[in-house]
């Protein structure tokens, strides 16, 4: 009988299956690629910092003093320690490496991965390549490369490989002297890598260690390494998961609404075989098989889908799908059988419960009433039932408000699941309630009047063929209007942030840059109206968190708003204190609050600063402290500064302005300087951010696409069904044009009312998005837009669709003989 | 004249681009002073401080013990101010021969000079490595503190004798070619006290110990393959040292030595006073190379020749530092009739290169 069915509408069967799949496959591969990305990532740990038993790592990247290497060497319990310069470095070509200055004679006791192959010298030139470095350098022993880090460049000669150092990282390993020499480093240190002896105790070891240790260095252990780069991406994948989960939840519906008609259709055969002595159990258990086949069938191909599209993925956008979150990195693709049984499972689970409500329903209907009437079993009397779905709604909203579990949102997409679902359990009450008021103001003619009355007396059925478009096209919705807030929240704050001409930057550099007498060479530069100085150190100021930054820009304390877009109330500042202004994501990872202070390690000292507002940062997800340039001379001396903002004076020439800008710079920096102009900067920024976004856009298209083709399958089957009765409509007179009128206004009405609840949905998923997911994931808030252009063509597309998918089906049911058709009844 | 090991350092201070930096000459003629001269002589290429001796422990046991100090410099480049500059290299390396393990113990350690961690004073003998140290104190009396993964070395080094100024006035030539020479001395019989640990346990020792100090630029001959050396103290408190710089064929390309007597006569010995008999050889189970471990060496002194049985304390006394880049060779506690020293046995396993 099941065979019989499928071969009868092998489509719709067909489809179902193709939902499911294509849920499972999003969600699969966006699993394989996430812990693709995240191997290669741990690998990459593992090898910048061999084997070491603990990293004593620097604060900023400017490092600390080189003197905490004896100290640390010669704490008891410390069996060898290797000093480590790190740096990031380019080349000429733009190619990014990692740059490990070692003492190899104490790298070899602590990180012997480390440690070159080939001719070893203390010759101050050589320079040893992980595989991935001499691929990107098409480097080969003996050939010259040249590397550029902290503003200096310098030459070196290959003199060998590290085996030791893995497929993926792109290292250079150079003398420690040369490296500290050559990039300007000279009695600093950015780590120091430490092993402990074999009978010692790791946790004396480590307080002696705590002790020890100056306000610019902390203890960096493997683990909170490797948290700290799960850290980086780990919101945004779970986004991406989740929205691959939406994919898979519409397949569900689907599988809902093929097995609630095909259910509804064979009503009268399942109350033949109930008659003939079928139990209960065993017609839901028919019913539910049907749905587990196409499950595991969609499951299937699904998982197998999934690998092709991780592997595809990973070949074109990289491990983090656009995200931009690991550099350097390329992953192999890391196979999960385990995982794969799971992304099936899944897909059975959301197969099965599509088919189990229409099962209960058809052993429930009393088998002499079907047998009789082979109708759809409806009673226009009776009213859509409201309980679970407000039920449902008030879960979602009550989660909505639940704070975030580990750092995710997790009850924010439970709410979102809850309100979605409840949503659609409410869509026969709602059909009633829209089309309630529109039947009275239609008019008298009989196609609309039909039309009306006919969605309005069977809401439930309306309901089965919407349930997968309003799910997807919520969801769309939703996610179009949160990135549209986004997306103009950004524009907004790109504006604020560059309010110059012409921005100017020295890459990868904490220390050194521009000094006092280049920065006054370039404010005097011909074309410059005016110019400011800034700078950006790293500071680890969490072992378990990424890196947080610190912002060295001029600030007017008495109009802090021209420097900063602030979004909170400024404090004033006590006597003494030394203001700062933390980011939003700053003030959220670290509880910070206006009026609060705040210690920081600045030239090598902890500073006591005290926070007077908060700033809107999309920049920096970590947290970011802004301080006054004043203020920081005076805490660090420290007058250097790597990047410059430009206000040309009206009437000059960028290009010229920048020559003459390039001409005073000093000659061995000039050729590190990169000159953007503020609005390519914010062009970039915005591609950037379209990138990122492109993969969730990708996700939302393929839903929407799966919701409407179950429309149509929907329509075309309840058509089919209804056959008889446009054979009835024909003999009482009704015209073929006046059917088909009829049937477009039907299925424009439950477009309109589908795209309605879609819609509205779609604004309170969106407002969840914007409020709660966004904040609990990312840490940054947003104001809200409302893509109108967006939403109204959904609107309309999703209407002329249904309208569309209506005629098309009905012209069929149509062309039929009407006199067979009515036969068939009486 | 003693140096294992040096392939390593060699191998680092080996320039890759022809930045030479310019190394002493060894030249002859140059009075020794002291202490200054204990200490090192940094702008020679290559020196070390070579212990040897032989021990007895509490219960009445014999050990040979080797405690060595490298110091090399490399072809860094001197003008770069970093203080992680690799200019000076210093290595230390020990190991003790007991006959009832049958084979070496051994340990070393390496690391550039600078922050305390390794230093070698220039006015005085004061080597540190980490925990490693030897260091001649105020009395004149050497402690040296060195460590393996299952030994531990403490001792006290007492000078009983004057220092030996080897070849012509402490210059000592070690080829046809005048340049290939070192700057040599030695301080035999030096009083040992101290503590050994083995396998966790402490036991006081007592001794007598060889120093040898040596610093050069440039040694051997290109034809030469390896060297056989030996350092004796007498038991009437005289002493003996002889070495031989061989060829591929195993013929000398250069021989000298020094024999002093306890009254403290010293005859230096010349290219053609010192022979070297084959005895016995024993063969490496893991190189496969022979080593005549048992052997006669004959020296000339005032027209007499004088012959020495060498008979190893134990016959596996072969060292195998290819892991950490250095050569194999012997390195063995001898004795014979009415003295005890120390044999080295260089290029057995293959030429040396230096």
Redesign the interface.
């Known amino acids: 009988m099941v065979l019989g069915e499928w071969r009868a509408h092998p489509a719709r069967v067909i489809l179902a299956a193709a939902a499911i799949a294509i849920g499972v496959a999003l969600g699969f591969a966006v699993y394989l690629v996430n812990r693709s990305a995240l191997e290669t990532f741990a690998k990459a740990i593992d090898t910048v910092s061999g084997t070491a038993d603990l990293q004593v790592h620097s604060v900023t990247a400017a490092g600390f003093d080189e003197g905490l290497y004896p100290t640390l060497a010669q704490i008891p319990g410390v069996a060898a320690a290797s000093p480590v310069v790190e740096l990031n470095a380019h080349t000429a070509a733009g190619a990014s490496l990692t740059v490990l200055g070692l003492d190899v004679l104490r790298a070899a006791a602590v990180t012997p991965g480390l440690v070159g192959q080939g001719a070893h010298s203390f010759d101050a030139q050589a320079a040893y390549l992980s595989q991935t470095a001499m691929t990107a350098l098409s480097a080969k022993a003996g050939s010259p490369v040249t590397l550029t880090a902290a503003g200096h460049s310098a030459v070196f000669t290959v003199a060998g490989s590290l085996p030791g150092a893995g497929e993926d990282q792109a290292i250079v390993v150079i003398d420690i002297a040369d490296a500290q020499w050559r990039f300007g480093l000279l009695g600093r240190l950015q780590r120091v890598d430490l092993k402990f002896g074999a009978d010692t105790s790791t946790q004396a070891v480590q307080a002696a260690i705590t002790r020890a240790l100056p306000p610019d260095a902390q203890i960096v252990t493997q683990r909170q390494e490797s948290h700290r780069s799960d850290a980086l991406s780990r919101a945004y994948r779970v986004n991406l998961e989740m929205l691959a989960m939406v994919a898979l939840m519409t397949g569900g519906f689907l599988v809902y609404s093929g097995q609630s008609l095909s259910v509804a259709r064979r009503r009268p055969q399942f109350a033949l075989l109930r008659v003939l002595g079928l139990s209960q159990r065993r017609l839901i258990l028919q019913i539910v098989i049907e749905g587990a086949a196409v499950g595991l069938a969609g499951g299937i191909i699904g998982v197998a889908a999934g690998t092709g599209l991780a592997t595809l993925a990973l070949a074109l956008f990289g491990g983090d799908l656009g995200g931009g979150y690991f550099q350097g990195a390329r992953p192999h693709l890391a196979f999960a059988p385990g995982a794969g049984l799971v992304f099936l499972l899944l897909g059975l689970i959301a197969a099965l419960a599509g088919a189990l409500w229409p099962a209960l329903q058809a052993a429930r209907s009393r088998p002499a009433v079907a047998l009789k009437n082979a109708d759809l079993g409806i009673d226009p009397r009776r009213k859509p039932p409201l309980v679970a779905a407000l039920v449902l709604l008030m879960i979602g909203g009550a989660l909505a408000f639940a704070p975030p579990i580990g750092g995710l949102p997790l009850l924010g997409y439970g709410s979102m699941a809850a309100i979605l679902a409840g949503g659609i359990a409410l869509m026969p009450a709602l059909a009633r309630a829209i089309l309630g008021p529109a039947r009275r103001l239609a008019g008298d003619a009989p196609a609309t009047r039909l039309a009306f009355d006919r969605l309005y007396g069977a809401p439930g059925q309306a309901a089965v063929a919407l349930c997968g478009i309003v799910a997807s096209v919520s969801l769309m919705a939703a996610m179009g209007i949160m990135v549209a807030s986004f997306r103009g929240s950004v524009d907004d704050w790109l504006g604020q942030i560059l309010p110059a001409d012409l921005y100017m930057r020295l890459p990868d550099l904490e220390a050194g840059g521009f000094d006092p007498a280049a920065q006054d060479r370039l404010a005097h530069a011909p074309g410059v109206a005016a110019i400011e100085f800034r700078k950006v150190l790293k500071l680890r100021l969490a072992p378990d968190q990424p890196p947080a930054a610190l912002n060295v820009v001029p600030i007017d304390p008495t109009a802090p708003q021209r420097a900063l877009p602030l979004i909170s109330a400024v404090s004033p500042l006590p006597a003494g204190e030394t203001a700062v202004w933390a980011s939003e994501p700053m003030a959220r990872l670290y509880h910070l609050n206006p009026g609060q202070a705040v210690t920081v390690p600045l030239g090598g000292q902890p500073r006591r600063l005290y926070v007077r507002g908060i700033w809107r940062d999309y920049a920096r997800q970590f947290g970011a402290l802004a301080i006054g340039d004043t203020d920081y001379v005076h805490l660090t001396g420290d007058r250097f500064r790597s990047q410059v903002a430009v206000t040309l004076a009206p009437g000059a020439d960028p290009l010229r302005t920048v020559a003459a800008l390039r001409a005073v710079v000093p000659p061995d920096i000039v050729a590190d300087m990169t000159f953007t102009e503020s609005k390519s900067l914010r062009a970039m920024a915005l591609k950037i951010f379209d990138r990122s976004f492109a993969v969730t856009y990708a996700l939302e298209a393929i839903a929407i696409g799966i919701g409407l083709a179950g429309v149509a399958a929907t329509f075309s089957a309840q058509t089919l069904a209804r056959t008889r009765e446009f054979g009835m409509l024909r003999h009482v007179g009704a015209l073929k044009r006046q059917i088909v009128a009829m049937l477009a206004l039907e299925g424009a009405l439950l477009g309109a009312v589908g795209a309605l609840a879609g819609l509205s949905l779609g604004a309170v998923l969106g407002q969840i998005l914007i409020q709660v997911i966004n904040p609990q994931s990312f840490n940054w808030s947003m104001d809200t837009r409302w893509p109108m252009g967006l939403l109204l063509s959904l609107f309309g597309v999703l209407v002329a669709a249904s309208a569309g998918t209506a005629v098309l089906s009905g012209s069929r049911a149509l062309s039929s003989s009407t006199i067979r058709a009515v036969r068939e009844d009486w | 004249m003693r140096a294992l090991l040096l392939a390593l350092l060699l191998?680092?201070?080996?320039?890759?681009?022809a930045?030479a930096p310019a190394y002493a000459p060894v030249r002859p003629g140059v009075a020794l002073i002291f202490p200054m001269d204990h200490g090192a002589h940094s702008a020679f290429r290559t020196e070390w401080w070579y212990v040897t001796g032989l021990l007895k422990t509490a219960d009445g046991k014999d050990l040979g013990f080797q405690v060595t100090f490298f110091r090399s410099r490399?072809?860094?480049?001197p003008a770069?101010?970093?203080?992680?500059?690799?200019d000076q290299?210093l290595f230390a390396h020990a190991a003790l021969s007991d006959p009832a393990i049958g084979h070496l113990l051994h340990g070393q350690r390496?690391?550039?000079q600078g922050?305390?961690?390794a230093h070698a004073s220039t006015t005085d003998t004061d080597l540190v490595i980490?925990d490693w140290r030897l260091k001649r104190g105020a009395n004149g009396v050497f402690s040296a503190r060195a460590a393996g993964a299952d030994f531990r070395l403490d001792l006290d080094l007492a000078p009983q004798q004057n220092v030996l100024l080897q070849g012509d006035h402490g210059y000592s030539r070690k080829g046809p070619n005048p340049a290939q020479a070192s700057q040599y001395y030695s301080l035999p019989h030096l009083a040992v006290s101290g503590s050994v640990v083995r396998g966790g346990k402490r036991v006081a020792v007592t001794g007598e110990a060889w120093l040898d100090r040596e610093w050069f630029s440039s040694l051997l001959d290109p034809t030469a393959v390896g060297w056989d050396w030996v350092g004796l103290n007498l038991d009437d408190g005289g002493t003996l040292m002889a070495f031989m710089i061989r060829d591929k064929a195993g013929k000398p390309i250069w021989n000298g030595g020094a024999i002093r007597s306890a009254s403290g006569a010293l005859t230096t010995l010349g290219k053609d006073d010192v022979a070297w008999g084959r005895a016995r050889t024993w063969r490496s189970p893991r190189t496969q190379a022979a080593y005549p471990v048992e052997r006669v060496v004959s020296v000339r002194s005032g027209g007499q020749w004088r012959r020495w049985t060498l008979r190893p304390l134990f016959d596996d006394q072969e060292l195998d530092s290819r892991a950490a880049?250095g050569p194999v060779y012997w390195e063995g506690a001898v004795r014979t009739e009415g003295g005890r020293g120390y044999l080295e046995l260089t290029g057995y396993a293959g030429p040396l290169k230096l």
């Open positions: 191998a680092l201070a080996a320039p890759a681009v930045l490399t072809a860094a480049d770069n101010p970093s203080r992680f500059n690799p290299i390496i690391a550039r922050f305390g961690l980490d880049g």
